[in-house]
């Protein structure tokens, strides 16, 4: 059964630094795709960042500036290291993944139950 678990949420003052991290279980991280989406509040769910199985990332929005997406293997552990952080990046942040057959799918099937960013002026 496919498991994906979020750790690392906090607040932080605006320009502070997390970084999530995303536990896979009953399936290889390494071979799927992987990424992180956001639901602000009042918002609809957004992507900000996926990692292919050859390790090629795509980042949407201000993430691209500002936001790193990796993956441990050893670890099967998707991480988002996220810099420079503004009051707007306030979110639960959601890790989610597919096979690859799906990666350019806007969503993926499996998700995890998300971590609780806030971001303080």
């Known amino acids: 059964q496919q498991q994906l678990v979020e750790s690392g949420g906090g607040s932080v003052q605006a320009g502070g630094s997390l970084r999530l991290s995303c536990a896979a279980s009953?399936?290889?991280?390494?071979?799927?795709?992987l990424a992180w989406a956001r639901q602000g509040p009042g918002k609809e769910r957004e992507r900000d960042a996926l990692i292919r199985p050859d390790g090629s990332v795509t980042y949407w929005g201000s993430a691209e500036d500002r936001f790193t997406i990796s993956r441990d293997n050893a670890k099967n552990t998707l991480y988002l290291q996220m810099n420079t952080l503004k009051p707007e990046d306030t979110a639960m942040y959601y890790c989610?993944?597919?096979?690859?057959?799906?990666?350019?799918?806007?969503?993926?099937?499996?998700w995890g139950q998300g971590t609780q960013v806030t971001v303080s002026s």
């Open positions: 989610s993944a597919d096979t690859v057959w799906r990666c350019g799918e806007s969503s993926y099937r499996f």
């Open positions: 009953g399936f290889t991280a390494s071979a799927s795709c």
